[in-house]
């Protein structure tokens, strides 16, 4: 980082997408809102931001995003009753979500897909690099990933891609990096990005994942972006552009990342978090391995 560069402090959550794989529960719901175990999904990845020093967030919204709005503000009633009540731990777990960051919000009017959804971001981001959450995609806390992409991307400038190896028969799921390798372990450079491909046109079998810290030049390319996959304007063409020009990075992750988009991944963390709660967790385990030794073994449950 030069010494005249501000420490990057904004994130961008894109949250205005229509959650079509969670259907009917995301008919009136934001798919970001559904709960893991307690804590609606999106209020992990406004945690992972902070934790990594962006206390300046933007929630690109939409329709039926308004839950989204209110978990994030204060609920007086609900506050000053649990007040009264004495009920101190739900009260600090209720204004927890209040104070986490400066939270802003632009609406995305129509779903045109995640690049425009990034687009939306522009004139509140302005000329800094910035990073990009995805509302819906859970990195566990443990695993660093974001601090890391800040730092390589303060270090090596252009954008920087979060990769994940994925077995060829998923990576249609995905973008594909075409990468070559750096001097140094776990970052690689970035030459073609192909969003969603077949798996015999994937360059690899790296996929992008759900988190980015973007050069503001970004913004000019996607301008230009035409839509693509989907009909949708997608991050993943901009971000082609600039890896054609050689100026984009990708941090390899091989840490726990959770799609709570997705129907099955979104059972397999609720299960897996709610395992490792410290008040949850052993009468959750224990129910869990009963079930697993009884009723998962009955005929008709094992195919
Ligand atoms: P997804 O590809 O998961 O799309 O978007 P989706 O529409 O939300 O969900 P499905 O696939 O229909 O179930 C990735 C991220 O980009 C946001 C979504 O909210 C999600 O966080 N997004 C997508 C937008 O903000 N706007 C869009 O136009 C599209």
């Known amino acids: 980082m030069t010494l005249n560069q501000p420490r990057l402090n904004k994130a961008v959550i894109p949250v205005a997408g229509l959650g079509t794989r969670f259907l009917p529960a995301t008919k009136a719901t934001p798919k970001e809102m559904l709960p893991v175990v307690d804590k609606p999904a999106i209020q992990y990845v406004v945690e992972e931001a902070v934790s990594a020093g962006l206390l300046d967030v933007l929630m690109v919204t939409g329709r039926n995003k308004r839950p989204l709005e209110d978990h994030f503000d204060r609920n007086y009633e609900l506050e000053d009753l649990l007040h009264r009540k004495g009920d101190t731990d739900r009260l600090a777990r209720v204004c927890e979500p209040t104070s986490l960051a400066d939270i802003h919000y632009v609406r995305q009017g129509d779903p045109r897909g995640l690049g425009h959804a990034v687009l939306c971001a522009a004139s509140h981001v302005g000329n800094e690099p910035f990073a990009v959450l995805l509302g819906d995609d859970l990195i566990d806390p443990r695993d660093l990933l974001l601090a890391r992409m800040i730092e390589v991307q303060a270090r090596l400038g252009g954008s920087v891609v979060a990769l994940m190896e994925v077995p060829l028969e998923k990576i249609h799921l995905y973008g594909s990096a075409a990468v070559r390798s750096t001097a140094e372990h776990g970052v690689v450079g970035v030459a073609d990005l192909v969003e969603k491909p077949e798996p015999a046109f ?96 009955t005929p008709d449950l094992v195919s």
């Open 202 to 297: 994937a360059p690899s079998t790296y996929a992008v994942i759900g988190r980015y810290v973007l050069d503001p030049e970004v913004f000019g390319v996607l301008a230009q972006t035409a839509p693509g996959r989907g009909g949708e304007i997608q991050l993943t063409d901009a971000l082609r552009v600039l890896a054609q020009q050689g100026r984009v990075h990708g941090v390899v992750f091989g840490g726990r990342r959770y799609d709570t988009g997705d129907r099955a991944d979104f059972l397999r963390t609720t299960v897996r978090l709610a395992c490792e709660r410290e008040d949850l967790g052993a009468d959750f385990r224990n129910w869990l391995r009963e079930f697993v030794d009884t009723e998962l073994r």
